[in-house]
């Protein structure tokens, strides 16, 4: 049973442009532009209309573009939940600017030793993380940390638990590691590891979508039966001002979006594609969390109700569960 109809979430990406080289991104590695302030405030507008509830201001890094406070201030004004994830380098620089704009304030942090850290992200940003980590929490914001979980960084949540996030009061937020494209991610969760997850998400403090442990277990979306819906959930916007169709690690097509996001969104052409979501070739096994998240949460079955007793307490945490009622 469908719940919801229309999107609910954009991943609005600023710019592909990072200043970090992650092995597990292939991002950082395209050109890009940088979106527009006019582009921003005319699609913010249309996504309104279109009865999106969600902004995730993404990159590449987002602090990277000059007007990201404003953006974040500019949507906020609007009414939407606002999301914003960053490898720490620039936070401390837009932190005031940013002040009271952010409702998840993500930092990525992938283990609680340096070295090991800084190696995953190409770039020395341990000490930046931790730096932002004090800097939010002295403006009152309720930063997260986001572990990206890989097989051979699993036995590191006890410490970035206990060591980080339960002295500073953090929620970590555990994102299980997925394949795309042709970006080598390492080997596949085992058996023994999404066990591992499942016992930590019970812990206080600890947000991880149970219904991706489902997911993985049944080998990801499948195309006679896709629980992915990611082009009627999550509307995605490039730097070159596109719509994304039907979501960006398959980017099948992108539609120019002009000023008018909504007549695009509602095309012939594009609801074709949108109505492949889970169907195409490239869909089958799946695990994308970005997209499966929406996904669960707007269809009633076994993923919604594995997701939901997760959901409730992070956003119960945040604070944001009211804004999530229709």
Known sequence: ??????????????TYRCNAQCGFCDIWERPSPYVTREQVETNLKSLKKLGVKVIDFTGGEPLLHRDIDHFFAYAKKMGFITTL????????????????????????????DKTQHDTMRGVPCYDHVMESIQIAKSLGERPDILMTVFED?????????????????????????????????GTSLSEKSLQTLTRWGQKKNIYLNQAFIQLRRDGGNQTDSPVCKAASTTLVISPENELLLPCYHLGTKGFPIGSNL?????????QKLVALEGRLPECQGCAINCYMQP?????????????LPSTIKYNWIKGTWKSLIP
Do not use: Q
């Open 262 to 270: 909504e007549e695009v969104y509602r095309s012939t052409e594009a």
């Open 153 to 185: 960084n699993i036995g590191e949540i006890e410490k970035l638990y206990t060591d980080i996030c339960l002295p500073h009061d953090l929620v970590l937020i555990l994102n299980p590691s997925f394949d795309y494209n042709e970006v080598e991610t």
């Open 295 to 307: 996904s669960f949460a707007t269809n009633v079955n076994r993923y919604f109700w594995s997701a």
């Open 85 to 112: 994830t960053t490898n720490g380098l620039l936070y401390p620089k837009y932190a005031e600017k940013l002040h009271h704009n952010v409702d998840m304030l993500h930092f990525s942090l992938d283990t609680a």
């Open 1 to 14: 049973m469908r719940l919801v109809s229309h999107p609910i979430l954009c991943n609005y990406y600023v």
